[in-house]
Each structure stands twice: as structure tokens, then as C-alpha cells.
């Protein structure tokens, strides 16, 4: 069969599987959708007791905490209170305060900022955080609004984010979308352009085939015939495995089934790297997991890429 036509065949039958598999997965609620939540905690935070862990958790939502999280790389009390906006440092203040921290366990002398309002609340100084434009969006106002099914408009006024650059606009814009949308839209949304990134991606495949066997002086043409040939097989193989996971076997199988599937496709794609290139086994397996590494940092390049450009096109 034609190459092209195979691919292009088993291409369809492996996208509308995969495609379908993750709206399976948001629909039953088996994983989180993608980019619009992530669930996360705070157990991680220094210098305060499981008590108060479990209090400022159930003060935030998984999107919030989406957002705080990524801050605690070093997990301070110092950096948690840092990462809040106006609203949340309000509503966890009392917390704090019962549990006796006072203003020298949270904060750097040199960054310290104290306002006094009333019952003592306090104002930080949030230059780096405050930078990057979801470090300034109440998202628990943003998901009120939400669920009051105000109009896109109105949420974004109600943010208040003030001077903003073109970009930072359409960030915010796209994140109120995306928030409305319904989740298996969103997702299917996203997967939809995977196959075009696919696509883009075996070139690049052949390439790093050409480079690694540069001395067999074999045409670049053939490289990527062996490319579309290999993710073919790995469609078919991959779409079959997936049908059976998801529709036929039950979950304690899955697991077992998709191991056996990766490495089908792997001992079948090393026998075909010895065959088109007629090399010793072992400089074939060295040259077949140096591929394998480039390839797969490729893939993840191009799906992060892929995903903040959905999100912005939405």
C-alpha cells in the first residue's frame, strides 16, 4: 500500500480513538480537564501544623491552588503569602492569626511591608508574582461569575486588572472562555490538533534518522517512508490498545495491556531500524534509544506548544 495512504488511513482510525478516549476520561471525571483546573494542596508549606494545612486547604479551589502551587518551589510560609491576592490574604488572615503566626513568622524583615486597617491586616509587596497576569486574577471571583453565567464582558471588567499589555489581554479573554466552555468541548478541542502536530512531527523524525545514519548515504526520502511506515504501526497498534482499555477490559488490565503495547511497538520499530539499515544489533540499539530520547522531547516540545495554542485560539 501506498505509504501515505496507510498513514492517513491508520491516522484516522488512531486520532478518533485517542480523541474519543479523552472525553471519555473528563466526561467520568477520571482525570482533571485539561488546562482549566489542577488539583493540588498545600500540604507542603513549612513552619505550620497539619491543622492549619487542613483549613487553608479547604479555603481554595484546585484552580487556585493551580496557581499558588507553582510558587512553592520553596514552600515558605513567606512564599505562600506572597503568591495571594488582596481577596485570599483577607480570608486566610483570621486563620493565621488564631493559629498564633504573627507577621515575623511569615515574612522577610527586608521585604516586609505592614498596613494597618482596622484589625491588622497586612499588604505585601508582590513585585515578581504580580508581574505575570494570572498572578493578578481573582480566580475566585473570576468562578463566581462564572457560575452566576455573567457575560464574558462583564467577568473581565469585574477583574479590574487595570493598564495591560495586548497579550496579557488575551490571555485573560481566552481563560474566561475557556472557564465558560464546557469541559469535553475544550478537550476535544485540544486533541483535535494533535494529529496536525503529528504530522509536522515526522519530518523532524526523518531528520534526526538522516543525522543519525548520515553515513549510509541514504536518501532523505527513505527516512521518511521507514517514519510514516513505523507510525503507522504504532497507530494501529496504539488505537487497538486503547479500545480494549477503555471499552473492553476492566481497569486492573489496562495498565498491563498499554505496557505491552509500547513495548510491541518498541521491539517491532528496532527490528525495522536492523532491516532498513543493516547494522550490527548493538550500534542499531544505541542509535534506536538516542532517536527514541530526541523523538520524545520533540513530542513534548511541540504538545506544550500545541496546547497554549489551542488555549489562545479557543
Not at 59 to 68: C, G, K, M, P, V
Not at 173 to 193: M, S
Not at 268 to 276: G, P
Amino acid at each position: 500500500m501506498n505509504p501515505v495512504r496507510l498513514y492517513i488511513i491508520l491516522s484516522l482510525f488512531y486520532f478518533f480513538v485517542f480523541t474519543k478516549a479523552g472525553q471519555y476520561l473528563v466526561r467520568d471525571k477520571q482525570i482533571d480537564p485539561i488546562i482549566i483546573t489542577r488539583t493540588e494542596s498545600l500540604d507542603r508549606i513549612q513552619g505550620i501544623d497539619r491543622d492549619l494545612q487542613r483549613k487553608l486547604n479547604a479555603n481554595f479551589d484546585s484552580t487556585e491552588l493551580a496557581y499558588i502551587n507553582p510558587k512553592l518551589d520553596e514552600p515558605t510560609l513567606y512564599n505562600f503569602y506572597t503568591s495571594l491576592n488582596d481577596s485570599q490574604v483577607t480570608k486566610i488572615y483570621p486563620l493565621l492569626k488564631e493559629a498564633g503566626i504573627d507577621s515575623a513568622k511569615i515574612f522577610d524583615p527586608d521585604k516586609m511591608n505592614i498596613v494597618s486597617s482596622g484589625n491588622t491586616s497586612f499588604s505585601v509587596n508582590k513585585t515578581e508574582s504580580e508581574s505575570f497576569i494570572l498572578n493578578r486574577i481573582d480566580f475566585e471571583l473570576l468562578n463566581r461569575m462564572i457560575k452566576d453565567n455573567r457575560p464574558d464582558q462583564a467577568i473581565y471588567d469585574s477583574l479590574k486588572l487595570g493598564e495591560i499589555t495586548f497579550m496579557e489581554d488575551l490571555v485573560v479573554r481566552q481563560l474566561i472562555r475557556i472557564n465558560k466552555a464546557d469541559e469535553e468541548t475544550v478537550t476535544a478541542y485540544i486533541l483535535q490538533n494533535v494529529p496536525l502536530m503529528m504530522f509536522l512531527l515526522i519530518p523532524l523524525f526523518a531528520l534526526i534518522l538522516k543525522l543519525f545514519y548520515v553515513r549510509r548515504k541514504v536518501l532523505y526520502i527513505r527516512h521518511m517512508v521507514h517514519a510514516i511506515h513505523l507510525h503507522s504501526f504504532a497507530y494501529l497498534i496504539y488505537g487497538i490498545s486503547i479500545i480494549f482499555m477503555f471499552w473492553v477490559v476492566g481497569e486492573n488490565a489496562s495498565t498491563f495491556l498499554g505496557i505491552s503495547a509500547f513495548l510491541w511497538v518498541s521491539v517491532y520499530s528496532y527490528i525495522s531500524f536492523r532491516k532498513v539499515y543493516k547494522q550490527g544489533w548493538f550500534k542499531t540499539l544505541v542509535k534506536f534509544l538516542l532517536t527514541g530520547v530526541v523523538y520524545l522531547f520533540l513530542i513534548w516540545v511541540f504538545f506544550i506548544a500545541e496546547l497554549l495554542t489551542s488555549a489562545l485560539l479557543f
